[in-house]
């Protein structure tokens, strides 16, 4: 028995059980079907109230770790031994082309936004995780405060409020900025584009990950651009090694990369890893476009450091937005562009002159205030909880033998069937029942990832999506 914990406030205590308890299980110290002590013996055992023992189980039963049998207690629910193995990598096929999956990503795209649609292919929050109250009451306060009501043209690097906030919140990924350094977007994507645009002309290579989100190879095809693709660890995010040795073979002219819990595998590079791909761009002079989308969706202590937390020479240019953490609809968005950011003001001005004012006024005062850090408190924790209870519910209900990635953040598992199956036959099988999930085919340039797809969890875990995932087991067990 352990020694009592010192009294301290409930809701650090409670936190702290909490933790404690999911290490145990995930550690498989504690293993499926353990009972764990009554709601009495935990208080007596801990040196903590019975209400504050009952409110830890209560929040690890929400996240589908532990579960409570009338008349008996609770019980480990958490299976880690299913989900031991993290899906395959891929090697990249020797041949560097350009060939389209349009046709699949512009049906997958369309269809995951219907009302019908269970949107288990969509990574962005619901309208239930939006703060939309408060949001409201940003638009409307950042509309009083601005002497012309935000309907004049912008400045041409973007509204100076939300440049500042950016750059403060800068110092939580370990960045050293100005709001001078940060130049304003309508979402990330086109800030994506404003890189490339600003880094390559047609027909030039740009290593990127594989798998990859589908979107950017949209972006590579509208621009005429070759990609060569970079296999990418579930864990360790790209093999660094193998892009050192692709620059001495083929001529790339810019690298985009995802290096915080990449889109669809979820991996987030560690810190000597990041500065280890700094310092080989650098070296080579190749820049490096960062989309950091997901940095803010993580479920550790701290968020993790960027590329760009490591350069000192300015070859990274970092692209985000809020819409994946507050407000998709508002297409904010901004670049830190480093040595680049001449060119990059160039280009927005001859694309789009200024971005919107009322929205990026009011995600800046959303910033101000304080209701951001608030908001992404609980986010992040009801993203996390639903993360587990996704992965559990496939386990469960999917066949034995099938690999789930494990996460620490974002918004997707990377899933891996049996090789006997098609990934975008069970799309459009599940399709004829209203799910939408992503098909691997539409994440790469080739057809490694037939038997692989993207499951997001943004969704709110409930019987809907766990009857949907039964369903998802029963076609995948036809298809073997």
Not at 219 to 243: A, F, N, Q, R, W
Not at 399 to 409: F, R
Request: glycine share 6%.
């Amino acid at each position: 028995m352990e020694k009592a914990m010192p009294p301290a406030h409930d809701d650090f205590l409670y936190a702290q059980i909490v933790t404690r308890i999911e290490k145990q299980i995930k550690q498989n110290l504690l293993k499926s079907g353990d009972k764990l002590p009554s709601v009495r013996a935990l208080s007596l055992e801990q040196g903590i109230s019975m209400s504050t023992s009952y409110k830890a189980y209560v929040e690890l039963e929400n996240m589908g770790m532990i579960e409570a049998r009338p008349k008996s207690g609770y019980y480990v629910k958490f299976l880690p031994s299913r989900r031991s193995s993290a899906p395959e990598v891929k090697p990249p096929l020797k041949k560097i082309e350009q060939a389209s999956v349009s046709q699949m990503i512009r049906l997958v795209s369309q269809n995951m936004s219907e009302a019908t649609v269970l949107g288990l292919s969509r990574s962005s929050p619901p309208i239930s995780l939006i703060p939309l109250a408060k949001l409201s009451k940003s638009m409307m306060e950042a509309i009083r405060k601005s002497p012309s009501g935000n309907i004049q043209y912008e400045n041409l690097q973007g509204n100076l409020s939300l440049r500042t906030q950016v750059a403060k919140n800068a110092f939580n990924w370990g960045g050293n900025i100005t709001a001078d350094d940060v130049v304003t977007t309508q979402g990330c994507m086109e800030a994506l584009v404003f890189c490339l645009r600003a880094l390559t002309k047609p027909g030039d290579t740009v290593a990127i990950e594989s798998p990859t989100f589908f979107g950017i190879f949209n972006v590579m095809l509208s621009l005429d651009l070759k990609v060569l693709e970079i296999p990418v660890d579930p864990e360790t995010g790209i093999d660094i090694e193998y892009l050192a040795e692709a620059m001495d073979k083929v001529d790339i002219k810019a690298c985009l990369f995802v290096s915080n819990f990449s889109n669809p595998v979820g991996s987030c590079m560690p810190g000597d890893r990041k500065k280890q791909l700094v310092e080989l761009i650098t070296k080579r002079q190749i820049p490096l476009i960062e989309d950091d989308i997901y940095g803010e969706i993580y479920f550790g202590k701290s968020r993790p450091h960027t590329c760009k937390s490591y350069d000192t020479e300015g070859w990274v240019l970092l692209c985000s937005s809020v819409s994946k953490s507050i407000a998709p609809g508002y297409r904010v968005g901004w670049c830190i562009p480093g040595r680049f950011k001449d060119q990059i003001i160039n280009i927005k001005m001859m694309h789009t002159i200024t971005s919107a004012t009322p929205t990026q006024a009011a995600i800046g005062h959303f910033f101000e205030t304080g209701r951001y850090d608030l908001h992404m408190r609980n986010l992040r924790k009801a993203l996390y909880t639903q993360s587990l209870r996704y992965a559990q519910a496939i386990t469960e209900h999917f066949p034995p033998g099938t690999k789930i990635s494990s996460p620490a953040g974002g918004y997707a598992l990377w899933v891996e069937l049996d090789a006997r199956v098609n990934a975008f036959e069970l799309y459009q099988a599940a399709m004829a029942h209203n799910i939408s999930i992503a098909p691997g085919q539409i994440f790469s340039t080739d057809a490694r990832y037939t038997n692989f797809i993207r499951i997001s969890y943004g969704i709110t875990f409930d019987d809907v999506v766990d009857g949907s995932f039964k369903l998802l087991g029963q076609l995948i067990e036809k298809m073997i």
